[in-house]
């Protein structure tokens, strides 16, 4: 047998079966399937060698890799060592606590106004006093509210546009549809790297806590993850009154070199910061639970207020978390709902028992009693208040009736609104009446 490699001449011959004898040019070689046998095994041994000498070399240039990492997280701030280098540097570079001056003369009926020009004047965001109103009224009564409505009507831009009214800018977080538990928002210890990682909601509630200004977080689109789940900790936390009582834990326990207003892995959820969502209703979100509807404050924008000429252009402010709540105390002191209402209210309550099987506890009483004077103060009036409030929290639950059932009493509903509070004064609840009965 003869076989031509590159010019150059071999021949092949085959003894017996056993012993090959091979001829390449004048040299002659005499193999047997043993010697074969052992090549092989020493081929395999030579790369095996070569593999684990390649796997040593890759893991001690990673351990020196890892090494270096930890070292640059643990970097020295204010002389420790820390494995949340961005909060650590924050105490470095603050005091303990920082006032925040208020304008003089402020009440929130001048705080409405002199927003809505800011934000008309200055960003060119136009919305209606009655909206304005709605706004800093539900930020007296929870420090959750939701933003809902059509695409484009100013959700996130209003609530962008306050913190930047108060010269404290808003952080927008988008929320991502992955979000599952409290590590989503506030970050996660790397094992890797040596250090935390600290997301803009953790840094943003350890700087609220140095301060008493007011704080506002925007969870953009906050229904495209379940937010029970990933929020669930924070509306249980905002439910205690003592703000002590409000612990987070970001770490499962404490380490040296910990920022000096954090105890064992944990920080206080400070009182000045708010959250607000905004919300779509498509078929890329979930729909919002009760338990976070109920705990929240919501406001409905699903149109955009007409341009308008500011007389009196007016600039950024400054007002303390303390002295908004001041304003808001002393508004539920000098107006309390009405007799009146609080009938109209019983009344409608009564019906929606009877008729739907529907009512409503003492957390959403307790929201109304907060928000209408709130609203009042804000400028607006009692009847407008509670036709916001009611079209919102209570007539909202009829979402969850059988809809047929609801489109064929929807008339009975309305007329009962117009007995109990006054023809046309509930203008909101029937357009929502009406929503409900057309989409049923």
């Given at each position: ?369 907060k928000y209408v004077p709130a609203f009042v103060a804000c400028g607006g009036k009692e009847a407008e208040a ?49 929503q409900l009965a057309n989409n049923g």
């Amino acid at each position: 047998m003869e076989f031509q490699l590159s010019g150059t001449h071999m021949q092949l011959i085959k003894i017996k079966g056993e012993i090959n004898m091979y001829t390449l040019g004048s040299v002659t070689f005499f193999t047997s399937n043993a010697a074969i046998a052992v090549y092989i095994v020493i081929l395999a041994l030579l790369i095996a060698v070569i593999a684990f000498t390649t796997f040593l070399d890759i893991r001690k240039k990673n351990q020196f890799r890892k090494q270096n990492n930890l070292e640059n997280a643990e970097k020295e701030v204010n002389g420790k060592k820390t494995r949340f280098p961005e909060l650590s540097e924050f105490d470095k570079n603050h005091k303990d606590f920082e006032k925040e001056p208020t304008k003089e003369g402020l009440t929130l009926s001048s705080l409405c106004e002199e927003f809505r020009n800011y934000a008309a004047n200055d960003l060119h965001l136009y919305y209606s006093i009655a909206d304005i109103r709605k706004f800093i009224a539900s930020l007296s009564v929870s420090k959750i509210m939701i933003l809902q409505g059509m695409s484009g009507t100013g959700k996130t831009s209003i609530a962008v546009a306050f913190g930047k009214f108060i010269n404290n800018a808003s952080a927008v977080v988008p929320v991502q549809p992955m979000w599952k538990e409290r590590s989503d928002l506030l970050g996660y210890y790397n094992e890797f790297t040596g250090k935390f990682n600290e997301t803009m909601i953790l840094e943003k509630l350890y700087e609220a806590s140095f301060s008493n200004k007011m704080f506002i977080i925007i969870l953009d689109e906050l229904n495209i993850a379940r937010v029970e789940y990933y929020f669930s900790e924070f509306l249980s936390l905002l439910e205690l009154p003592a703000t002590s009582e409000r612990q987070l834990i970001v770490a499962a326990a404490g380490a040296h070199g910990d920022p000096r207003k954090m105890s064992h892995g944990k920080i206080n959820l400070p009182d000045n910061v708010w959250f607000l969502g905004t919300a779509n209703n498509d078929d890329s979100t979930f729909a919002i639970s009760d338990k976070v509807y109920d705990r929240a404050m919501i406001m409905n924008l699903n149109s955009r207020a007409e341009p308008f000429k500011v007389s009196v252009p007016t600039g950024t402010i400054q007002i303390s978390f303390d002295r908004f709540t001041e304003l808001v105390d002393e508004a539920r002191k000098s107006i309390q709902i009405s007799d009146k209402a609080r009938q109209q209210i019983k009344e409608l309550d009564a019906f929606l028992v009877h008729k739907f099987h529907v009512t409503f506890g003492n957390r959403i009483m307790m929201q109304i009693d907060k928000y209408v004077p709130a609203f009042v103060a804000c400028g607006g009036k009692e009847a407008e208040a509670l036709d916001d409030i009611i079209s919102k929290k209570i007539l909202r639950k009829l979402e969850s009736q059988n809809p047929v059932y609801v489109r064929n009493n929807a008339e009975e509903l309305i007329a009962k609104l117009d007995e109990v509070f006054g023809q046309d004064v509930m203008a909101n609840s029937i357009d929502y009446i009406h929503q409900l009965a057309n989409n049923g």
